[in-house]
């Protein structure tokens, strides 16, 4: 699957992060799925207190390494991901795909279920 999105707007390592959430895969570098998949995995290993997760990470980080992709994504888990990523998105000219269904979702907690359809317990069994 090929995304289409303002690339110019964005660094390597953002594009990288957003190609990466919305598909999977990269079509030109197809190891970048699985650089931000083991990014990813050390993170949720260094959140769980395993020292050499964090340890992984910062090896990674070295400047000679994937130092803009560990950035970016320790800014997208920060405190402010959620500000950050909204910014990503915007920059790259991606509209928030949560949005897109969340009204759906809340008409469907909305709509009641006429009595005559609510399930009743019996208490037979």
Not at 38 to 45: K, T
Not at 59 to 84: Q, S
Not at 87 to 109: F, K, T
Request: aromatic share 12%; proline share 3%; hydrophobic share 40%.
């Amino acid at each position: 699957m090929s995304l289409e999105f303002q690339r110019d707007a964005l660094s390597e390592a953002e594009a990288g992060l957003v190609a990466w959430q919305f598909s999977g895969s990269e079509d030109e570098h197809p190891y970048v799925a699985k650089l931000w998949a083991a990014i990813a995995q050390a993170w949720e290993f260094a959140a769980a207190g395993r020292g050499e997760a964090q340890a992984f990470l910062d090896r990674l980080a070295v400047t000679e390494a994937f130092g803009p992709e560990i950035a970016v994504y320790r800014r997208f888990k920060g405190v402010d991901g959620e500000a950050y990523w909204l910014d990503i998105l915007r920059r790259a000219g991606l509209a928030d795909r949560r949005q897109r269904y969340s009204a759906v979702a809340n008409e469907r907690r909305r709509r009641r279920v006429p009595a005559s359809e609510t399930p009743t317990d019996t208490g037979s069994e």
